[in-house]
Structure formats: structure tokens, C-alpha cells
């Protein structure tokens, strides 16, 4: 099977290439253009942003107020998010990257990897968004309890937008894995949001069974 040509094209990216700026606007065009030039740029960089990010998503989503310590809470960002990336991306990633190919996909390893890892671009603001919220009010931001238990409307009004708007990065994340991948793989993006979808479900059963034995 001939490999896909990923060599730079006259596009949307071709000139002043930002990879940073275009991955919001030209997201399939700034995946062929870093493989094409240094699939390892900014690769490292990415995991840990990616990986923080994701930490502090799910943080958010338990009822950590009142049982972590605010110096538990940062080791657990800053030492668990690097490990979150680097399993995001060589042991889920991986998996996934096989199920493509088993469904017909025609990428690398490393054109799929860098697929993975640009999409978690949107990863930056979501941190720079939480580092603002938490200096303002305090880690217990994290809490899912924090918008029921605030007084006055301007902060729940303030809290109620950073959720929203982290929600929207979080899928702009998902979004743009799914048609990098795609692209890159020559794929329909539907193959690929049902194989995410699969291999989600799959990792959930093993996980609750794992519970359930424990």
C-alpha cells in the first residue's frame, strides 16, 4: 500500500507557518506541515500541556473540596499531568493508531502520533484559563461543588463561563483529533469517532471490572 505523501503544499499554512495559531484554523494542513518538517516539534512540550489539562478536566468532575490539600493538589497537576500525556499518546494513542490501520487507515505511527499530539493544542488556554480562576478564587475552583457553594452572582456568573469555556476547548480537542486523524489516515472522520468511541467503552469495562475485583 503506497504511504500518504505528507511533503508541504501551497495552502492556508504555507506561508508564516505558526503551528500554535494555525492549529485553530487549518488544523489538517498544520498536521501535514509538522510532519512534513519536524513530526518531534514541540512534541514533548504538547504531553505535558495535553496531559495537565486533561488532569485538571477530570479534577474538576470529583468532589476533591475539603479532601485534597491544596500542596497534594499541585504534585497531583504537575507530577500526574506529564504521565497522563505520555499515556494519552503512547499507550492509548497507540491502541487507537492500531485500530485505525485495522479499519483501513494508511498513516505512520508518527503521522498519527503527531495527529494526537497537536490536538492537544487547545490544552494552553485551558491551563492559562485555570491558572486565573485559581489564583482569583482559590483551588477549590476544581470542586464541581464550587458553583452551588458560591456567594454572589458576578463570581457564579465568572465560574459558570470558565466551565463553559473549558468544556468548549476540551471538544475542540476531541474535534481536532478526530479529523487530524482522519486526514491523515485517509479516513472518514465517522471511522475514526467510532473507533474513539469503541476503544472508550472497551477501557471503561476494564476499568470497572478492575473496581469490581479490587
Do not use: C
Request: no cysteine; hydrophobic share 55%; glycine share 10%.
Amino acid at each position: 500500500m503506497q504511504k500518504p505523501d505528507f511533503r508541504p503544499s501551497r495552502g492556508p499554512v504555507a506561508g508564516g507557518f505558526n503551528p500554535w495559531r494555525t492549529i485553530w484554523t487549518s488544523p489538517r494542513s498544520t498536521v501535514r506541515m509538522v510532519i512534513a518538517d519536524d513530526p518531534t516539534q514541540w512534541l514533548w512540550v504538547l504531553l505535558v500541556i495535553g496531559g495537565m489539562s486533561r488532569i485538571m478536566a477530570r479534577m474538576s468532575e470529583l468532589p476533591i473540596e475539603g479532601v485534597i490539600a491544596t500542596n497534594a493538589l499541585l504534585s497531583l497537576v504537575f507530577v500526574g499531568g506529564p504521565l497522563a500525556g505520555l499515556l494519552l499518546v503512547f499507550a492509548y494513542g497507540r491502541i487507537l493508531h492500531a485500530i485505525l490501520r485495522r479499519f483501513g487507515g494508511v498513516a505512520t505511527w508518527v503521522a498519527a502520533r503527531t495527529a494526537i499530539v497537536w490536538s492537544l493544542a487547545p490544552g494552553l488556554p485551558s491551563i492559562a484559563l485555570w491558572a486565573i480562576m485559581i489564583a482569583g478564587y482559590g483551588p477549590n475552583v476544581l470542586s464541581p461543588a464550587a458553583l452551588q457553594k458560591t456567594a454572589g452572582t458576578g463570581r457564579h456568573f465568572i465560574l459558570a463561563v470558565d466551565y463553559f469555556v473549558q468544556f468548549g476547548l476540551t471538544m475542540w480537542s476531541l474535534v481536532l483529533e478526530i479529523i487530524t486523524l482522519a486526514d491523515v489516515h485517509r479516513l472518514n472522520p465517522w471511522r475514526v469517532l467510532l473507533a474513539e468511541i469503541g476503544l472508550g467503552l472497551a477501557l471503561l469495562a476494564v476499568a470497572m471490572g478492575v473496581f469490581l475485583l479490587l
